[in-house]
């Protein structure tokens, strides 16, 4: 585990998509509440499909929102720990005027914002002297950082295999979700399986 100093770190945006989606899946196994997940994603943000969002929410305030749409990826963090926060969304590039827009971000309220067009070859963020980017650990990390975290937060042992194989698909099968929760009622998950997967 390691901290993260650059968004650089981040990989690339079908990389994090798949990263955020695998994140969703996992915790909508564990937490079967919708209130006490950390992580969410709508596939179909807008009905035809081509704009998706995942979010996190740790329940003591910090938040980051991400939009996936035609031009790229542009998202928000919210950190409560944060020394510094800015309320100017005017420093989210225009191009990215549908997240800038969209009042269920709550974009006045942010530590920094990051954004990548799909052309582009790196990231980029605003404001650059943000140094709070320990809420992207769970996807730079990687699934094993995932794990330890989950283990701690639902007080429970979890299967890594099958941490790591959702973590770096963005899927879920049935076998997996009963690996990971044996008790599960699958079908309760059926219509949050589709939210997240848009199949």
């Known amino acids: 585990m390691h901290a993260i100093q650059s968004l650089d770190q981040l990989p690339s945006i079908e990389q994090v998509r798949t990263i955020l989606k695998g994140l969703a899946l996992l915790d909508a196994v564990l937490s079967p509440e919708w209130d006490y997940r950390y992580f969410s994603y709508n596939a179909r943000w807008v009905q035809d499909g081509s704009e998706a969002m995942a979010s996190m929410r740790d329940g003591c305030g910090s938040e980051y929102f991400v939009l996936f749409d035609e031009v790229g990826v542009a998202g928000k963090v ?63 990390d990687g699934p094993d950082y995932y794990h330890a975290w989950a283990e701690a937060y639902y007080e429970r042992s979890i299967d890594l295999d099958t941490v790591l194989e959702v973590y770096h698909s963005g899927t879920l099968t049935r076998d997996q979700a009963f690996q990971l929760a044996p008790d599960l009622v699958y079908a309760d998950l059926t219509e949050d399986i589709a939210e997240i997967t848009g199949v």
């Open 78 to 140: 919210y950190s409560t720990d944060a020394a510094d926060e800015t309320d100017n969304p005017d420093l989210i590039p225009e191009i990215f005027s549908g997240f800038r827009n969209e009042p269920a971000f709550s974009v006045q309220f942010a530590t920094f914002y990051f954004w990548r067009g799909k052309n582009d070859a790196s990231w980029a963020g605003q404001p650059t002297a943000a140094n709070d980017y320990h809420l992207l650990r769970f996807i730079v």
